[in-house]
Nanobody
Framework: QVQIVESGGGLVQAGGSLRLSCVVS????????MGWYRQAPGKQRELVAY???????NYPDSAKGRFTISRDNAKNTVYLQMNSLRVEDTAVYYC??????WGWGQGTQVTVSS
């Protein structure tokens, strides 16, 4: 069973930055395309970034230019650097395989204040 542990969230003022980390206990982590997702209160979970096994990355318009996803395969870890945070980025952030076919971790809360 895959275990996912996210960390790094917190309370930050608008315009600030946070770096999220996600450690995944899975064999051959390096072969998986990994994604960061978020879910705001009353909204559906959405994908905010993904990174392929060859380190190609992709972002929706809401995250482009502000978020950067990266990975360290030696540590089975994927990161999300978030800059220029906005109040609307407030959500619980999760990581998962792209397509979200693993069980979800507990997530990490990001709260951006105005």
């Amino acid at each position: 069973q895959v275990q996912i542990v996210e960390s790094g969230g917190g309370l930050v003022q608008a315009g600030g930055s946070l770096r999220l980390s996600c450690v995944v206990s899975v064999t051959n982590f390096r072969i998986y395309t990994m994604g960061w997702y978020r879910q705001a209160p009353g909204k559906q979970r959405e994908l905010v970034a993904y990174i392929t096994s060859t380190r190609q990355t992709n972002y929706p318009d809401s995250a482009k230019g502000r978020f950067t996803i990266s990975r360290d395969n030696a540590k089975n870890t994927v990161y999300l650097q978030m800059n220029s945070l906005r109040v609307e980025d407030t959500a619980v952030y999760y990581c998962n395989k792209y397509g979200a076919t693993w069980g979800w971790g507990q997530g990490t809360q990001v709260t951006v204040s105005s």
